[in-house]
């Protein structure tokens, strides 16, 4: 029995180890299965980066009918890439941590690994004339093709005449080498070309939007040329091409861009012109001194693009635009002398009619140069307006479409409460108020601002009086450009994705009892590097500023270049033995700036804790420092051009700004903070 009882146990542990070992078989196969339905996208988006490979059959790219009358057979789609599949080659596979010197050997050993070295087709794409080729070899290094024409003869030209002969006329010229850039790949079904089709893109998108002719003469070659150049013009063209950059922004840059281009053809060809001349003649030493100037034109337009270019910086500093291109013109008084009140409504009952009358039109309108106009768009109101006219808008919400620019003095009112006459922005647009007449009141109105490119109302010159209205922002709130006045009383300002007020150099900014909230910066105070820039002049009285996630007042300022650095050290050395050392104050007044700060680094200063009241001081310390300082900049000059101007001392220096009264709370860095770049 014990015999029996053991070889019974010996079987069932057996038929238990054989079972076992089946179930683990069975289950190491469902976890096969499953891990290649959970890995199979992994494996398919590896085997479409630009380094796939094309066992996978079928092209993954669209394809594109030419126009025109010829029959041209269809091309690959590729001008429609998303800005992080440019970004992913440019930076994996194309230029990498390359240095400017090295783009071209980057880019040529790039093509050499993706593009197909022959038998491939294209339209060779000019200004001119269109025609089929067939590609026989690549050269990388020079970005060039050798190609031939295809039978049949397929060409379209563009107000000239060309045939075959011809044609082979002008590649035999050319030694049948075109450049890469002006071919567009035939669409190939199997898949075969599509690296090819992308790497042509690639190369033509690169030097027609990103590449400067002056890159490769940058001083500076020890950087990655990625990060520092194609990144943020990368993003800069899908910003303005994704309407996120202000059309005057967008109308300046490329102006920019233009005059840089030319300035650069000039300084080469004259500094080509110097290196050929043997002499050394008086016209050569002229011709030093034109190159040094257009050296220092070139780098001051250079400059300029890099602000724009920088995402950041490009809000930060702003632009300077002529206000004439950006807003209409004035038309004056009415050509018979009499002035317009325009009502607005959507609809008016008897009794709403005969209050309007009673308390608002006859006490304030009743003279004969008066005359009544309705409207039931705010808008088409303004846009009506002469010299002088009042703009009535009575209680209601108003949705527009478009913008307010105010050329001429008007008044623009509401009729009742604040928060019931609104007027709101519908679409997208570069500013809701564009402000330029010389003397524009509006009160007692409520703005609404969605889904904005600019801000919600610039004072681009003249005088604004804005009493009792509300603001609610989108993007930066209102600004206050160069010469340019605002009067800014009880208002309430939020919202604001930048700062709540932006007040430029040389601007008047009067803020008066208003309240500025739930912005990222509270007010921003802008000063530029140019001498020729006076600091704004300021009055900031009662005014309650909190719950803003930066600062409740910044300071936009350069940092100390050694050159600027050394002449005002120079000034105050000259000043302190002609006055025994009374500037020594306003040294001490000053705050220098971070260590390590230099320009292009962007760097806050230390946030100052005052809260409340106490940043009222603290802020008018630093913005008499700074303005003392332009001064002695300015006063140098002043002195080289050989003119003298009046003695200021520091007490003089304050007469610009009256900061007290105004509290402060809850603002996420402090009460005040100064920004260097």
């Known amino acids: ?62 394809r594109l009918v030419p126009d025109g009358n010829v029959l041209f057979p269809d091309i690959f789609q590729t001008n429609q890439l998303l800005f992080y599949e440019r970004f992913k080659a440019y930076q994996d596979y194309m230029l990498g941590d390359c240095r400017t010197s090295e783009v071209k050997d980057f880019t040529a050993e790039y093509l050499e690994k993706v593009l197909e070295p022959s038998g491939w ?16 070899d690549v050269e990388y290094l020079v970005l060039k093709a050798a190609v031939e024409l295809v039978t049949p003869f ?44 992308l790497a042509v893109e690639h190369v033509r998108f690169f030097y027609k939007h990103i590449w400067r002719s002056w890159d490769e003469e940058d001083e ?105 291109l950006q807003s209409n013109r004035a038309k004056g008084p009415r050509p018979t002398g009499e002035r317009m009140v325009h009502v607005v409504s959507s609809s008016m009952t008897v009794s709403q009619l005969q209050t309007l009358m009673r308390d608002k039109l006859c006490p304030d309108f009743s003279g004969e140069e008066f005359e009544l106009q309705f409207h039931s768009d705010p808008l088409a109101a303004v846009n009506a307006c002469y010299e002088g006219d009042v703009v009535v808008i009575c209680p209601g919400h108003y949705s527009v479409n478009g913008s307010f620019s105010i050329p001429d003095s008007i008044e623009l009112e509401g009729f009742g409460l604040t928060d019931e006459v609104v007027i709101e922005k519908l679409g997208k647009g ?105 600091m704004p002049k300021i009055t900031m009285m009662n005014n309650v500023i909190h719950n803003n996630e930066g600062y409740g007042v910044i300071l936009v300022k350069p940092a100390d270049l050694p050159r600027m650095k050394k002449t005002t050290e120079e000034d105050f050395q000259d000043e302190s033995k002609e ?29 100052h804790t005052q809260e409340h009241t106490e940043g009222n001081d603290v802020i008018t310390n630093e913005l008499v420092a700074t303005s003392s300082k332009k001064s002695q900049l300015q006063k140098k000059k002043m002195i080289e051009l050989g003119l003298t101007m009046a003695d200021d001392d520091l007490m003089s220096q304050e007469m610009f700004v009256s900061i007290n009264g105004n509290h402060f709370k809850r603002n996420g860095k402090g009460s005040f903070g100064t920004f260097f770049y």
């Open 1 to 62: 029995m014990p015999g029996e009882e053991e070889e019974a146990v010996a079987q069932a542990t057996e038929i238990s180890i054989e079972s076992l070992e089946e179930g683990n078989v069975q289950f190491q196969d469902e976890v096969s299965a499953v891990k290649q339905v959970l890995f199979l996208d992994q494996d398919d988006d590896s085997s479409n980066s630009d380094y796939g490979s094309h066992d996978k059959p079928g092209t993954v790219l669209q």
């Open 154 to 197: 397929l060409c379209e030209t563009k107000g000239c005449e060309l045939t075959e002969e011809s044609m082979k006329d002008l590649l035999e010229a050319k030694e049948h080498k075109v450049p890469l850039q002006e071919l567009y790949v035939v669409y190939d079904e199997s898949g075969e070309f599509d690296q090819t089709a």
């Open 579 to 607: 006055n025994g050392g009374q500037k020594k104050e306003a040294d001490e007044e000053e705050v220098p700036p971070a260590e390590g700060c230099v320009e292009g680094n962007n760097q806050f200063r230390e946030p």
């Open 430 to 534: 570069d500013i809701f108020l564009d402000l330029t007449g010389a003397n524009v009141k509006i009160s007692n109105l409520k703005f609404v601002q969605h889904d904005a490119v600019e801000g919600i109302l610039c004072v681009r010159q003249g005088k604004t009086v804005m009493e009792n209205c509300v603001l609610q922002c989108e993007t930066t709130g209102v600004t206050v450009r160069t010469s340019a006045e605002l009067f800014m009383n009880i208002c309430d300002l939020y919202g604001a994705k930048g700062a709540g007020v932006e007040i430029y150099p040389g601007s008047t900014c009067s803020l008066v009892g208003n309240g500025i909230h739930h912005c990222k910066e509270g007010i921003l105070i802008k000063d530029f590097t140019d001498e020729f820039y006076t």
């Open 121 to 136: 087709q294209a339209v060779w794409r000019t200004e001119v004339f269109e025609v089929l080729i067939e590609v026989v």
């Open 220 to 324: 500076d070659d020890d950087f990655d040329y990625f990060v520092r150049c194609v990144e943020p013009r990368l993003r800069l063209y899908y910003d303005i091409l994704e309407d996120r950059v202000p059309s005057g922004l967008v109308a300046e840059y490329r102006s920019l861009v233009s005059q840089c281009e030319e300035k650069y053809k000039e300084f080469t060809s004259l500094r080509n012109c110097i290196s050929n001349s043997d002499s050394e003649s008086e016209l050569d030493n002229v011709s030093m001194v034109e190159g040094l100037k257009m050296y220092d034109d070139l780098e001051s337009l250079k400059r300029k693009l890099k602000i724009i270019e920088n995402p950041l910086l490009r809000y930060v500093l702003g632009y300077q635009v002529n206000s004439g």
